[in-house]
């Protein structure tokens, strides 16, 4: 746990510059020549595309330039747009029925909690929030990732047809955001996320370790006219803040 310390962006920057003078010096020395300096340029997408931007700033003598795309630059601790944004993307229609179906969820999840999350092979989200966010992200992956087809074609043929949307949702979370997108449920159960314990899962703290230390983000409901549920706010975020910041960020 003491090496958490060492996960942040500064952090980061210098590793890149230790690495990128060690591979300076090893092509010079496998080319046979003293004190040369190729070109280098950095570039990256969202985090590592901040960083890149970030090591042009800080290290101007060691890059020659850097292409920083989608760069997480600036810090939003409410991010609210991000829902907004998904609601544009989706048009009209999707929009509607991705509503429709959070309404419908969250009513089911008073009186039938148990059930409702089985249906979406997320049993295991005791924490509702956790079960939230999960429906969410499974909503968003179709527009950031560039297949809004897989998401609202079925779900609006779904509707036209007058038939059950939940269980419309729950086969494409099942078979598109977990079967085909790669998604592991474990990753959105704080009780995972808990444990200290070093093993192949271990990695799915880290990115949320930067979350709620440093980059922020925290993708919540807006205020009116949202897609992803109203109950995604600050309260469960702050939850897993007390999860992985006050329990685990060293001091000092």
């Given at each position: 746990m003491e090496n958490l310390k060492y996960l942040s962006s500064k952090q980061a920057l210098f590793d890149l510059a230790v690495f990128r003078q060690w591979y300076q010096e090893s092509l010079n020395l496998k080319r046979n020549r003293?004190?040369?300096?190729?070109?280098?340029?950095?570039?990256?997408?969202?985090?590592?595309?901040?960083?890149?931007?970030?090591?042009?700033?800080?290290?101007?003598?060691?890059?020659?330039?850097?292409?920083?795309?989608?760069?997480?630059?600036?810090?939003?601790?409410?991010?609210?747009?991000?829902?907004?944004?998904?609601?544009?993307?989706?048009?009209?229609?999707?929009?509607?029925?991705?509503?429709?179906?959070?309404?419908?969820?969250?009513?089911?999840?008073?009186?039938?909690?148990?059930?409702?999350?089985?249906?979406?092979?997320?049993?295991?989200?005791?924490?509702?929030?956790?079960?939230f966010y999960f429906l969410a992200d499974a909503a968003v992956v179709a527009f950031q990732y560039g297949h809004p087809d897989a998401l609202c074609t079925p779900l609006v043929d779904t509707k036209k047809a007058g038939m059950d949307l939940v269980a419309a949702y729950a086969k494409y979370v099942k078979e598109y955001f977990v079967g085909t997108f790669g998604v592991s449920v474990e990753t959105y159960n704080q009780k995972h996320l808990k444990n200290t314990a070093v093993n192949e899962g271990s990695s799915d703290r880290l990115w949320w370790f930067q979350v709620c230390t440093e980059v922020a983000y925290f993708q919540v409901a807006p205020s009116n006219d949202t897609v992803r549920s109203s109950k995604i706010d600050t309260i469960p975020l702050r939850s897993l803040q007390e999860c992985l910041w006050r329990r685990h960020l060293p001091r000092g």
């Amino acid at each position: 746990m003491e090496n958490l310390k060492y996960l942040s962006s500064k952090q980061a920057l210098f590793d890149l510059a230790v690495f990128r003078q060690w591979y300076q010096e090893s092509l010079n020395l496998k080319r046979n020549r003293t004190g040369a300096e190729n070109a280098w340029f950095v570039f990256g997408v969202s985090y590592s595309g901040a960083l890149s931007a970030w090591f042009r700033l800080k290290f101007p003598h060691l890059t020659c330039g850097s292409l920083a795309s989608s760069a997480v630059v600036l810090a939003v601790y409410n991010y609210t747009d991000y829902d907004k944004q998904v609601g544009e993307s989706a048009g009209p229609e999707c929009k509607a029925v991705l509503q429709e179906i959070t309404e419908l969820v969250d009513r089911s999840l008073e009186t039938n909690k148990k059930e409702l999350k089985k249906q979406f092979g997320a049993a295991e989200l005791d924490i509702d929030g956790d079960f939230f966010y999960f429906l969410a992200d499974a909503a968003v992956v179709a527009f950031q990732y560039g297949h809004p087809d897989a998401l609202c074609t079925p779900l609006v043929d779904t509707k036209k047809a007058g038939m059950d949307l939940v269980a419309a949702y729950a086969k494409y979370v099942k078979e598109y955001f977990v079967g085909t997108f790669g998604v592991s449920v474990e990753t959105y159960n704080q009780k995972h996320l808990k444990n200290t314990a070093v093993n192949e899962g271990s990695s799915d703290r880290l990115w949320w370790f930067q979350v709620c230390t440093e980059v922020a983000y925290f993708q919540v409901a807006p205020s009116n006219d949202t897609v992803r549920s109203s109950k995604i706010d600050t309260i469960p975020l702050r939850s897993l803040q007390e999860c992985l910041w006050r329990r685990h960020l060293p001091r000092g």
